[in-house]
C-alpha cells in the first residue's frame, strides 16, 4: 500500500485536511505521516475509516491511482456494453479475438469475458452460438460463487438469456441471498434490480407466466421510489405477465401507459422499442 500512501496524501491535501484532523480516532498522526510518506503500511479497515474522513469512496479513490483512467476489468466491461448497445457485431467479435489472446494462460475471468462476448454477438448474429458446454461452464462458476460481487452480477445479467430456464429460476433465487452485503453498494443495487427486471422479461418471453409472478413482489421490494425507469419496465412487464393471464385490457393499459410515457418524456427509441414489443404480444395472442 505504499502508492496508496503518497496518492492517500497529495487527495487529503487537494482536499485542505490535516494530518492530525484525519488521524484522529484511528490512529496516530505519525502512523498516517510514516504511510504517507511510504515507509509503513496501515490495515485495510484504517485505510477505510481515513478514505471516509476525506469524504472519498475506495472506488473514487482507486480511480484517482489510476490517474483517473478505468481500470482495464472497467474499460473492457464499459467497451462490451457500448458496442452491444450500438449493435456493433464486427467489434465486439475483434475484441473477442482480443481477449481470447489474452487468455493463454488459461485465466478464468479472460475465459468469462470471452463467453461473455459470446453471448452478446450471439444476440445480434442470431447464427453465432455456444456450445452447451460454454454455457455449462458459465452456469457452474457462478453456482461455485457464495458471495456475488459486481462482476458475477454482471456475468450473470449479460448472459442469462442462453440459459436455461431450470437455471436462471436457481440463479435469480440464489442472487437475493448470496447479494445480501451488496445490496447497500448503489451500483450492485442497480444491477441486480435490472437482473431481476430480465428474469421476469425472459420468463414472460418464454411464456412461462407462473415464474415471471413468482419474481415480479421480490423485484418490487428492491426498487426505491426514485427509481423512475426501472418502474416503468415493471409495469410493462407487469401489463405483459396480466395480459397473458387473462386480464386483457388490464394488461395491455399497463403497457400502453408505459410507451405513451416514453413518448412524453421525449424518449423516441424506447417508445418504438416498447411498442414493438407490445405489437410482438398482441400478436402471439392472435395466433394461438
Known amino acids: 500500500m505504499n502508492d496508496f500512501g503518497k496518492i492517500f496524501k497529495k487527495v487529503r491535501e487537494n482536499r485542505n485536511f490535516s494530518q492530525r484532523k484525519v488521524a484522529n480516532g484511528i490512529l496516530s498522526p505519525s502512523l498516517l505521516s510514516d504511510f504517507e510518506n511510504g515507509e509503513r503500511d496501515i490495515k485495510l479497515v484504517?485505510?477505510?475509516?481515513i478514505l471516509e474522513k476525506i469524504g472519498v469512496t475506495f472506488e473514487e479513490f482507486i480511480h484517482i491511482a489510476n490517474d483517473y483512467e478505468f481500470s482495464g476489468f472497467q474499460r473492457i466491461l464499459h467497451k462490451v456494453s457500448d458496442l452491444y448497445q450500438s449493435g456493433n457485431e464486427i467489434a465486439l467479435k475483434k475484441l473477442l479475438l482480443e481477449e481470447t489472446a489474452k487468455n493463454k494462460n488459461e485465466d478464468i475471468y479472460h475465459e468469462l469475458n470471452c463467453l461473455m462476448i459470446k453471448v452478446l454477438i450471439s444476440e445480434i448474429d442470431k447464427g453465432f452460438t455456444l456450445s452447451q458446454k460454454e454455457k455449462d461452464k458459465i452456469t457452474d462458476y457462478l453456482v461455485s460463487i457464495y458471495d456475488w460481487a459486481y462482476y458475477e452480477l454482471l456475468l450473470y445479467n449479460n448472459t442469462m438469456r442462453v440459459l436455461g430456464s431450470p437455471v436462471i429460476r436457481q440463479l435469480s433465487e440464489a442472487m437475493l441471498s448470496f447479494t445480501k452485503f451488496y445490496k447497500e453498494i448503489p451500483r450492485n443495487k442497480n444491477?441486480?434490480?435490472?437482473?431481476?427486471?430480465?428474469?421476469m422479461i425472459i420468463f414472460?418471453?418464454?411464456?412461462?407466466?407462473?415464474?415471471?409472478?413468482?419474481?415480479?413482489?421480490?423485484?418490487?421490494?428492491?426498487?426505491?421510489?426514485?427509481?423512475?425507469?426501472?418502474?416503468?419496465?415493471?409495469?410493462?412487464?407487469?401489463?405483459?405477465?396480466?395480459?397473458?393471464?387473462?386480464?386483457?385490457?388490464?394488461?395491455?393499459?399497463?403497457?400502453?401507459?408505459?410507451?405513451?410515457?416514453?413518448?412524453k418524456v421525449g424518449s423516441v427509441n424506447l417508445a418504438r422499442d416498447y411498442q414493438q414489443g407490445y405489437d410482438e404480444i398482441i400478436n402471439s395472442a392472435k395466433e394461438t
Open 46 to 49: 484504517r485505510f477505510y475509516h
Open 191 to 199: 444491477l441486480m434490480i435490472t437482473i431481476m427486471l430480465n428474469t
Open 204 to 263: 414472460v418471453d418464454r411464456k412461462e407466466v407462473d415464474d415471471a409472478i413468482k419474481f415480479r413482489q421480490a423485484t418490487e421490494h428492491l426498487m426505491a421510489e426514485t427509481d423512475i425507469f426501472e418502474r416503468a419496465m415493471f409495469l410493462y412487464i407487469s401489463g405483459a405477465i396480466d395480459f397473458y393471464r387473462g386480464k386483457i385490457d388490464e394488461g395491455k393499459k399497463k403497457m400502453e401507459d408505459v410507451i405513451d410515457i416514453f413518448e
